[in-house]
Nanobody, 114 residues
């Protein structure tokens, strides 16, 4: 299983970024896909999950600002982030679970400045 995240960068507060994760080595369409993040000194936390049926779940801090989507034809999951806040600064990781094992991408840095 390989997960390759991209799209991170630096943005001013109030701005937007779109993260993408390309997956390989799995039957993508039947996998739940998630985004997690870890801020410096903090624990990894859920950002959003999109289930194989297309339903979604969001962490409380990003509800209404972030949107997760998937493209099964391209084996990709996206995270559209809007109204970014300084507290959104973190490394963002793509995730899937296969046979009770979590797989993580390398992570992509998102830095929000005032």
């Amino acid at each position: 299983v390989q997960l390759q995240a991209s799209g991170g960068g630096s943005v001013q507060a109030g701005g937007s970024l779109r993260l993408s994760c390309a997956a390989s080595g799995i039957i993508f369409s039947i996998r739940d896909m998630g985004w997690y993040r870890q801020a410096p000194g903090g624990q990894r936390e859920l950002v959003a999950i999109i289930y194989s049926d297309g339903s979604t779940k969001y962490g409380d801090s990003v509800k209404g600002r972030f949107t997760i989507s998937r493209d099964n034809a391209k084996n990709a999951v996206h995270l559209q982030m809007s109204s970014l806040d300084i507290e959104d600064t973190a490394v963002y990781y793509c995730n899937t679970r296969l046979r009770m094992t979590d797989y993580w991408g390398k992570g992509t840095q998102v830095t929000v400045s005032s």
